[in-house]
């Protein structure tokens, strides 16, 4: 069973700080998606990088796959109050329609 | 366009009442989840359905459990009898085969 650790668990951080957060997978991912919760809600996909060293960046967030395509990290930059959330990596099966989450990186970006 | 549609959204039960949660996926999209998120567990999947037929219940956690598709439109998932342990937030998710999973606000499950 393919296990998938985030890390920190969480975090607080000021309004204009960076940061980075990582997950790491027991076994190779099919592809990894990244998604953001919001408090109240459901999580809400931010990005998908399939190819071992890839980098995806979405405004502010730069999304980085390892070569071997076990890990990944997710760097904000300038992070502000709206980046609040939950942020969670998941791995797709080999057909692509069930997903495995990690436990999550709960992010507080205060003003 | 509306996203998953999930009914209640918020519900309080006694220990040992039936349950019931109710979900209407996104038009066309024929593939749908049910998920359960703790804060000890996190987010799990409990069962997947492909075209209206249960595909994997591997995550169901017992026989108190149960979910149905009679359509494409609509989906539930039944707890009977419930148990404080079963509180959580229930998500139902859709998608097209192969693409993104949306998913709906939740259905906060407080059993006491």
């Known amino acids: 069973t393919q296990l998938l650790e985030q890390s920190p668990q969480f975090l607080s951080i000021q309004e204009g700080e960076n940061l980075t957060v990582y997950c790491n997978s027991s076994?190779?991912?099919?592809?990894l998606q990244w998604y953001r919760q919001e408090p109240g809600e459901g999580p809400v996909l931010l990005v998908t990088?399939?190819?071992?060293?890839e980098v995806k960046k979405l405004k502010r967030l730069t999304f980085q796959f390892g070569d071997a395509r076990k890990d990944s990290s997710l760097h904000i930059t300038a992070a502000q109050p709206g980046d609040t959330g939950l942020y969670l990596c998941?791995?797709?099966?080999?057909?692509?329609?069930?997903?495995?989450f990690g436990g999550g990186t709960r992010l507080m970006v205060k003003p | 366009d509306a996203g998953v549609i999930q009914s209640p959204r918020h519900e309080v039960t006694e220990m040992g009442q039936e349950v019931t949660l109710r979900c209407k996926p996104i038009?066309?999209?024929?593939?749908l989840f049910w998920y359960r998120q703790t804060m000890m567990r996190g987010l799990e999947l409990l069962i997947y359905?492909?075209?209206?037929?249960?595909?994997?219940d591997s995550g169901m956690p017992e026989d108190r459990f149960s979910a149905k598709m009679p359509n494409a439109s609509f989906s539930t998932l039944k707890i009977q009898p419930s148990e404080p342990r079963d509180s959580a937030v229930y998500f139902c998710?859709?998608?097209?085969?192969?693409?993104?999973?949306?998913f709906g606000e939740g259905s906060w499950l407080t059993v006491v």
């Open positions: 998710a859709s998608s097209e085969e192969r693409n993104t999973i949306y």
């Open positions: 038009s066309g999209h024929n593939s």
């Open positions: 076994s190779v991912f099919s592809s």
């Open positions: 359905f492909n075209n209206n037929v249960p595909i994997d």
């Open positions: 998941a791995d797709s099966n080999n057909a692509g329609n069930m997903l495995t």
């Open positions: 990088v399939v190819t071992g060293g």
